[in-house]
Protein backbone atom coordinates (compact mmCIF):
# COMPACT_ATOMS: atom_id res chain seq x y z
CA UNK A 1 0.00 0.00 0.00
CA UNK A 2 1.55 3.57 -1.27
CA UNK A 3 0.79 6.86 -0.29
CA UNK A 4 1.48 10.36 -2.32
CA UNK A 5 3.35 12.13 -0.32
CA UNK A 6 2.08 15.19 1.06
CA UNK A 7 2.60 18.50 -0.67
CA UNK A 8 4.65 20.99 1.65
CA UNK A 9 2.83 24.17 2.21
CA UNK A 10 4.33 27.56 0.90
CA UNK A 11 6.05 29.29 4.00
CA UNK A 12 3.55 32.58 5.27
CA UNK A 13 4.11 35.58 3.57
CA UNK A 14 5.97 38.28 5.69
CA UNK A 15 4.41 41.19 6.69
CA UNK A 16 7.43 43.24 8.09
CA UNK A 17 8.14 45.85 6.03
CA UNK A 18 10.28 45.24 2.78
CA UNK A 19 12.33 48.62 2.21
CA UNK A 20 15.43 47.59 4.65
CA UNK A 21 16.76 51.03 4.57
CA UNK A 22 13.61 52.30 6.34
CA UNK A 23 14.58 50.43 9.64
CA UNK A 24 17.62 52.99 9.64
CA UNK A 25 15.97 55.62 8.68
CA UNK A 26 13.62 55.44 11.47
CA UNK A 27 15.63 53.41 14.07
CA UNK A 28 18.55 55.72 14.34
CA UNK A 29 16.80 58.98 14.76
CA UNK A 30 14.63 57.33 17.34
CA UNK A 31 17.67 55.75 19.03
CA UNK A 32 19.34 59.50 18.77
CA UNK A 33 15.96 60.78 20.16
CA UNK A 34 15.84 58.73 23.08
CA UNK A 35 19.70 59.10 24.15
CA UNK A 36 20.07 62.66 23.58
CA UNK A 37 17.59 63.22 26.48
CA UNK A 38 16.60 61.56 30.05
CA UNK A 39 13.46 59.25 28.40
CA UNK A 40 10.63 58.48 30.35
CA UNK A 41 7.22 57.34 29.67
CA UNK A 42 6.27 59.90 26.91
CA UNK A 43 9.48 59.54 24.96
CA UNK A 44 8.97 55.83 25.06
CA UNK A 45 5.38 55.73 24.16
CA UNK A 46 6.30 58.03 21.60
CA UNK A 47 8.80 55.85 20.45
CA UNK A 48 6.32 52.40 20.50
CA UNK A 49 3.94 54.12 18.59
CA UNK A 50 6.66 55.36 15.67
CA UNK A 51 7.65 51.65 15.43
CA UNK A 52 3.73 50.35 15.57
CA UNK A 53 2.97 52.39 12.66
CA UNK A 54 5.64 51.72 10.92
CA UNK A 55 5.22 47.91 11.36
CA UNK A 56 1.98 48.57 9.87
CA UNK A 57 2.93 49.95 6.26
CA UNK A 58 3.68 45.96 5.04
CA UNK A 59 -0.34 45.17 6.17
CA UNK A 60 -1.32 48.21 4.85
CA UNK A 61 0.48 47.69 1.37
CA UNK A 62 -1.47 44.05 1.00
CA UNK A 63 -5.13 44.87 1.96
CA UNK A 64 -4.25 48.19 -0.45
CA UNK A 65 -3.36 45.65 -3.31
CA UNK A 66 -0.38 47.41 -3.63
CA UNK A 67 1.54 43.70 -3.71
CA UNK A 68 -0.96 42.54 -5.94
CA UNK A 69 -4.26 40.50 -6.16
CA UNK A 70 -2.88 37.12 -5.41
CA UNK A 71 -1.55 38.78 -2.36
CA UNK A 72 -4.53 40.33 -0.43
CA UNK A 73 -6.72 37.46 -1.74
CA UNK A 74 -4.07 34.52 0.08
CA UNK A 75 -2.87 37.43 2.88
CA UNK A 76 -5.47 40.26 3.36
CA UNK A 77 -7.27 38.22 6.52
CA UNK A 78 -3.77 37.92 8.21
CA UNK A 79 -2.83 41.50 7.15
CA UNK A 80 -6.04 43.21 8.37
CA UNK A 81 -5.61 41.29 11.80
CA UNK A 82 -2.19 42.77 11.89
CA UNK A 83 -3.07 45.87 10.92
CA UNK A 84 -5.62 46.23 13.68
CA UNK A 85 -3.07 45.03 15.94
CA UNK A 86 -0.77 47.27 15.49
CA UNK A 87 -3.19 50.06 15.51
CA UNK A 88 -4.30 49.37 18.88
CA UNK A 89 -0.32 49.52 20.00
CA UNK A 90 0.08 52.68 17.96
CA UNK A 91 -2.75 54.59 19.17
CA UNK A 92 -2.77 52.83 22.98
CA UNK A 93 1.45 53.68 23.47
CA UNK A 94 0.75 57.15 21.03
CA UNK A 95 -2.24 58.73 24.04
CA UNK A 96 0.38 57.57 26.83
CA UNK A 97 3.11 59.38 25.85
CA UNK A 98 1.06 62.24 24.69
CA UNK A 99 -0.55 62.66 28.10
CA UNK A 100 2.67 62.54 30.02
CA UNK A 101 4.74 64.42 27.25
CA UNK A 102 5.08 68.37 27.70
CA UNK A 103 3.48 70.67 24.86
CA UNK A 104 6.73 71.33 23.08
CA UNK A 105 6.77 67.37 22.23
CA UNK A 106 2.90 67.48 21.22
CA UNK A 107 3.29 70.25 19.08
CA UNK A 108 6.88 68.33 17.50
CA UNK A 109 4.86 65.79 16.55
CA UNK A 110 2.97 67.28 14.21
CA UNK A 111 5.46 68.36 11.48
CA UNK A 112 6.90 64.29 10.88
CA UNK A 113 2.87 63.56 11.43
CA UNK A 114 1.58 65.78 8.07
CA UNK A 115 4.79 64.52 6.56
CA UNK A 116 3.19 61.16 7.34
CA UNK A 117 0.16 61.76 5.33
CA UNK A 118 1.82 63.01 2.58
CA UNK A 119 3.85 59.66 2.58
CA UNK A 120 0.39 58.10 2.71
CA UNK A 121 -0.48 59.86 -0.80
CA UNK A 122 2.13 59.27 -2.05
CA UNK A 123 1.58 55.21 -1.04
CA UNK A 124 -2.10 55.67 -2.99
CA UNK A 125 -0.88 57.05 -5.95
CA UNK A 126 1.81 54.20 -6.41
CA UNK A 127 4.78 56.73 -6.40
CA UNK A 128 6.57 55.54 -3.04
CA UNK A 129 9.14 54.24 -4.69
CA UNK A 130 10.02 57.14 -6.37
CA UNK A 131 12.98 59.49 -5.93
CA UNK A 132 10.37 62.40 -4.54
CA UNK A 133 8.65 59.62 -2.54
CA UNK A 134 11.55 57.98 -0.95
CA UNK A 135 13.09 61.62 -0.25
CA UNK A 136 9.68 62.56 1.75
CA UNK A 137 9.61 59.47 3.37
CA UNK A 138 13.30 58.90 4.43
CA UNK A 139 11.66 62.83 6.09
CA UNK A 140 9.50 61.76 7.58
CA UNK A 141 10.40 58.39 9.06
CA UNK A 142 13.83 60.51 10.83
CA UNK A 143 11.29 62.94 12.02
CA UNK A 144 9.74 60.37 14.17
CA UNK A 145 13.24 61.54 16.78
CA UNK A 146 12.36 65.16 16.72
CA UNK A 147 9.07 64.77 19.16
CA UNK A 148 10.97 62.06 21.03
CA UNK A 149 13.46 63.68 21.76
CA UNK A 150 11.30 66.73 23.30
CA UNK A 151 9.83 64.18 24.97
CA UNK A 152 12.91 63.46 26.77
CA UNK A 153 13.44 67.12 27.94
CA UNK A 154 15.15 67.72 25.04
CA UNK A 155 15.59 71.51 24.08
CA UNK A 156 13.87 72.84 20.96
CA UNK A 157 17.38 73.19 18.88
CA UNK A 158 19.32 70.10 19.72
CA UNK A 159 16.22 68.02 18.56
CA UNK A 160 15.53 70.08 15.49
CA UNK A 161 19.40 70.32 14.49
CA UNK A 162 19.37 66.44 15.03
CA UNK A 163 16.35 65.91 12.50
CA UNK A 164 17.90 68.31 9.99
CA UNK A 165 21.17 66.59 10.18
CA UNK A 166 19.28 63.18 9.70
CA UNK A 167 16.95 64.26 7.01
CA UNK A 168 19.73 65.97 4.92
CA UNK A 169 22.08 62.64 5.62
CA UNK A 170 19.21 60.34 4.05
CA UNK A 171 18.84 62.93 1.23
CA UNK A 172 22.35 62.85 -0.17
CA UNK A 173 22.42 58.68 0.22
CA UNK A 174 18.97 58.44 -1.46
CA UNK A 175 20.36 60.78 -4.17
CA UNK A 176 23.63 58.99 -4.55
CA UNK A 177 22.18 54.99 -4.47
CA UNK A 178 19.65 56.97 -7.25
CA UNK A 179 22.51 58.18 -9.03
CA UNK A 180 24.30 54.59 -9.33
CA UNK A 181 20.74 52.83 -10.60
CA UNK A 182 20.87 56.00 -13.36
CA UNK A 183 24.26 55.23 -14.95
CA UNK A 184 23.82 51.52 -14.78
CA UNK A 185 20.39 52.05 -16.74
CA UNK A 186 21.94 54.98 -19.07
CA UNK A 187 18.83 57.25 -17.94
CA UNK A 188 21.39 60.08 -17.78
CA UNK A 189 23.15 62.15 -16.53
CA UNK A 190 20.30 64.24 -14.18
CA UNK A 191 20.60 61.93 -10.99
CA UNK A 192 24.18 62.02 -10.54
CA UNK A 193 24.81 66.26 -11.23
CA UNK A 194 21.63 66.73 -8.62
CA UNK A 195 23.76 64.29 -6.02
CA UNK A 196 26.53 66.35 -6.48
CA UNK A 197 25.05 69.52 -6.13
CA UNK A 198 23.29 68.44 -3.31
CA UNK A 199 26.36 67.00 -1.49
CA UNK A 200 28.61 69.56 -1.82
CA UNK A 201 26.06 72.13 -1.59
CA UNK A 202 24.27 70.96 1.33
CA UNK A 203 27.46 70.22 3.14
CA UNK A 204 29.39 73.32 2.48
CA UNK A 205 25.96 74.95 3.89
CA UNK A 206 26.63 73.20 7.32
CA UNK A 207 30.26 74.37 7.93
CA UNK A 208 29.45 77.77 6.82
CA UNK A 209 26.17 77.85 9.23
CA UNK A 210 28.44 75.93 11.80
CA UNK A 211 31.10 78.71 11.49
CA UNK A 212 28.73 81.45 11.78
CA UNK A 213 26.84 79.96 14.92
CA UNK A 214 23.83 79.31 13.30
CA UNK A 215 24.29 75.38 13.73
CA UNK A 216 26.35 73.48 16.53
CA UNK A 217 29.97 72.43 14.97
CA UNK A 218 28.85 68.82 15.99
CA UNK A 219 26.23 69.14 12.46
CA UNK A 220 29.10 69.11 9.90
CA UNK A 221 30.97 67.01 12.01
CA UNK A 222 27.78 64.25 11.79
CA UNK A 223 27.22 64.89 8.08
CA UNK A 224 30.84 64.01 6.92
CA UNK A 225 30.23 60.79 7.09
CA UNK A 226 27.69 60.69 4.28
CA UNK A 227 29.21 63.32 2.26
CA UNK A 228 32.67 61.05 1.90
CA UNK A 229 30.25 57.95 1.19
CA UNK A 230 28.14 60.18 -1.55
CA UNK A 231 30.95 61.65 -2.79
CA UNK A 232 32.61 58.69 -3.23
CA UNK A 233 29.82 56.18 -4.76
CA UNK A 234 29.40 59.08 -7.38
CA UNK A 235 33.23 59.96 -8.29
CA UNK A 236 34.12 56.05 -8.08
CA UNK A 237 31.57 55.09 -10.80
CA UNK A 238 30.75 52.37 -7.91
CA UNK A 239 28.54 49.91 -10.15
CA UNK A 240 25.16 48.14 -8.95
CA UNK A 241 26.46 44.96 -8.19
CA UNK A 242 28.14 46.42 -5.10
CA UNK A 243 24.76 48.15 -3.85
CA UNK A 244 24.63 45.45 -0.46
CA UNK A 245 28.57 46.84 0.40
CA UNK A 246 26.35 50.49 -0.57
CA UNK A 247 23.89 50.23 1.95
CA UNK A 248 26.85 48.24 4.87
CA UNK A 249 28.73 51.83 4.21
CA UNK A 250 25.13 53.41 5.45
CA UNK A 251 24.59 51.96 8.16
CA UNK A 252 28.47 52.60 9.11
CA UNK A 253 28.03 56.49 8.72
CA UNK A 254 24.98 55.96 10.20
CA UNK A 255 26.34 55.05 13.55
CA UNK A 256 28.85 57.36 13.10
CA UNK A 257 26.58 59.89 12.80
CA UNK A 258 24.68 58.51 15.89
CA UNK A 259 27.47 58.89 17.78
CA UNK A 260 28.50 62.69 17.11
CA UNK A 261 24.96 63.44 17.26
CA UNK A 262 24.71 62.29 20.61
CA UNK A 263 28.18 63.24 21.79
CA UNK A 264 27.47 67.06 20.74
CA UNK A 265 24.17 67.37 21.27
CA UNK A 266 23.55 65.92 24.60
Keep these: MSSAPLAASAPARSLAPREHGA ?8 VAGLALGRPGIAAFGLAIAWVAAFLAHE ?4 LLG ?37 PEA ?32 AAALSGAGFPVALAGGVAVLPAAVAWIVW ?14 IARAKHEGSVLLVAAYVVTIGLGAASVVLALRGVLPLGAPI ?32 C ?12
Design 59 to 62: PLLV
Design 222 to 253: ALAPFVMLSLGVSVFRVHTRHLRRIGWGLMGA
Design 106 to 137: RLGLVPPALLGLVVMAFVWRKEEKTTAGEIVA
Design 66 to 102: QRGKKARAQDGPRAASRLAVLACVMVLAGVVGLLFAP
Design 167 to 180: TTAFLMSTLAVRAV
Design 23 to 30: YGQLGLPL
Design 255 to 266: VATLGVLVATLR
